[in-house]
């Protein structure tokens, strides 16, 4: 449950929008581009996991981070190209997306391996 905390953080951000009358724009670019390159992980990751070749599993990662980083970058660019604080509040969410998910990784990782050596 908690490797999905990102996407709650999504949710959680729309009434900071609201209240503090951000664009919701920028929120929408966020939370597609995010919400986006998450999907393209998971099924880019079930299918890496029912591959016994170790060069096609590398491949497969390799183009999925860098897919999923383009993905995410041209909602952004696409958030502010329309409007320019939009694309500026895009960019500062999905920075904060990354922060939090990259936290949440390193502490599921962690205690998952935990689990594994007891």
């Known amino acids: 449950m908690l490797k999905y905390a990102d996407l709650a953080l999504i949710a959680l951000a ?9 664009p919701l724009l920028g929120w929408a670019g966020a939370a597609v581009g995010w919400s986006g390159q998450r999907i393209i992980q998971a ?5 890496a996991s029912r591959t016994d070749d170790t060069k ?19 909602s952004i660019i696409t958030v502010g190209l329309i409007e320019d ?4 509040t895009a960019a500062v969410m999905s920075a ?21 050596q007891a």
Request: hydrophobic share 55%; proline share 2%.
């Open 96 to 116: 904060i997306l990354f922060t939090a998910y990259l936290a949440i990784t390193l502490i599921t990782r962690q205690s998952s391996t935990e689990a594994d």
């Open 56 to 74: 096609s599993f590398f491949q497969l990662m390799a183009g999925s981070i860098i897919g999923r980083s383009w993905f995410l970058v041209i």
């Open 85 to 88: 604080e939009a694309g500026l």
């Open 43 to 47: 099924l880019v990751e079930a299918k």
């Open 14 to 22: 729309l009434p900071v929008f609201l209240i503090t009358g951000l």
